[in-house]
């Protein structure tokens, strides 16, 4: 996550907090260590707005770890029955698109509108500009809001929408770490190793190595 994305985050909870969306389901929510160490601006700007965590905030993710509260896959039907009868109010789903492919990335669109309280909100957030994560299972999805909103959330409400913006870029951490340069440079000639991580990343060289790092989000409701 972007620090200037937990910002935008903070400022549609803040606007919505008088109502009391609780609980809050934080889908992906890694461990409580990345979030307070890692990228402590996650649990800064985000989840400190929340006077009693344990009592309002779930955080929801695959693997078994400190921070997480609830474990498992929402593909699942008992597992989502089970998350639905929590009524989630506000759902968090952060840099989740970029790791699915496009029927996955449906399949989810749907299970969030179901498990999703009535009225609920819903905080969609994905890397717009940002080169691949080390992750292996990176599915290189990098989408604008509208784009989003229209092929994969148009059966919500659309309350407010951003592109949340930083001052640096990969060229910029290139600059100041020579020795990655010359790393980058030999993975130009292995195009065989990891093809679809070496196509995007062309292409990234390409059109987006001097923009600075960026971020789609979207604040939906519940129709």
């Given amino acids: 996550m972007l620090v200037e994305e ?9 606007e919505i907090l008088p109502e009391e969306p609780f609980p809050v389901l934080n889908i992906g929510s890694s461990t409580l260590a990345y979030r307070t160490e890692k990228q402590p601006f996650i649990q ?19 693997k078994r770890d400190d921070g997480i509260d609830l474990v498992g896959d929402l593909s699942d039907e008992n597992f989502r029955r089970l998350v639905k009868e929590l009524k989630p109010k506000l759902i968090l789903c952060n840099n989740i698109l970029m790791y699915l ?22 905080i969609i957030t994905n890397s717009l500009v940002f080169p691949p994560s080390p992750d292996p299972v990176e599915a290189y999805y990098r989408a604008t809001p509208e784009k989003i ?38 993975r130009f000639f292995m195009p065989w190793y990891k093809s679809k991580e070496w196509w995007f990343m062309m292409k990234y060289y390409l059109f987006d ?3 600075n790092y960026s971020s789609t989000c979207l604040f939906l409701r519940k129709k």
């Fill in 101 to 122: 492919n496009k029927n996955t990335r449906k399949e989810l669109s749907k299970i969030l509108f179901e498990i999703l309280a009535e009225n609920g909100y819903l």
């Fill in 209 to 211: 190595l001097k923009k």
């Fill in 6 to 14: 937990s910002i935008w985050i903070a400022e549609k909870i803040k």
């Fill in 44 to 62: 800064n700007n985000i989840f400190n707005l929340f006077s009693d965590e344990k009592k309002q905030v779930i955080h929801l993710d695959m």
């Fill in 149 to 186: 909103y229209k092929s994969l959330f148009d059966n919500f409400y659309l309350i407010d929408q951003n592109i949340a913006k930083t001052e640096y870029s990969f060229y910029k951490f290139l600059k100041s770490k020579p020795k990655l340069i010359l790393i980058k440079l030999l």
